[in-house]
């Protein structure tokens, strides 16, 4: 599967278009977590703990669009958009939402 932000992929015709797919992850930070990144804040540095918890949330949400986009017979995927976001009330979950165009070329 080709992944691509933009909206053609170089080199390559894009021979049908099978709709827009989506993949969503949500993951809830635990309170260690939390705890330690708060301490990283005070201190300064980046939280690693939050880095890797976001990667394996891009992560899902990409392979859970990539499976759909299989699924429509498509072997590339043009126009990828990633958002983040916090929910909750003290933004105790990330939520990372991938979507694009699923297509064949």
């Known amino acids: 599967m ?3 932000t933009t909206p053609t992929i170089e080199g390559k015709s894009i021979t049908r278009y ?3 797919v989506t993949g969503e ?3 809830g930070a635990n309170i260690f977590k939390d705890l330690f990144a708060g301490i990283r ?3 300064g540095g ?3 703990a939050y880095e890797k918890e976001l990667q394996r ?3 899902i949400a ?3 669009m990539s499976h759909r986009a299989q699924s429509l017979g498509a072997n590339a995927i043009v126009g990828i958009d990633i958002d983040y976001e916090t929910l909750g009330q003290n933004g105790g979950m990330m939520m990372v939402a991938v979507s694009g165009t699923a297509v064949s070329v």
Do not use: P
């Open 46 to 48: 980046r939280s690693a």
């Open 2 to 4: 080709i992944h691509s």
């Open 41 to 43: 804040d005070i201190v």
């Open 18 to 20: 099978h709709g827009v």
């Open 62 to 64: 990409m392979d859970e």
């Open 25 to 27: 992850a949500i993951l």
């Open 57 to 59: 949330a891009r992560q």
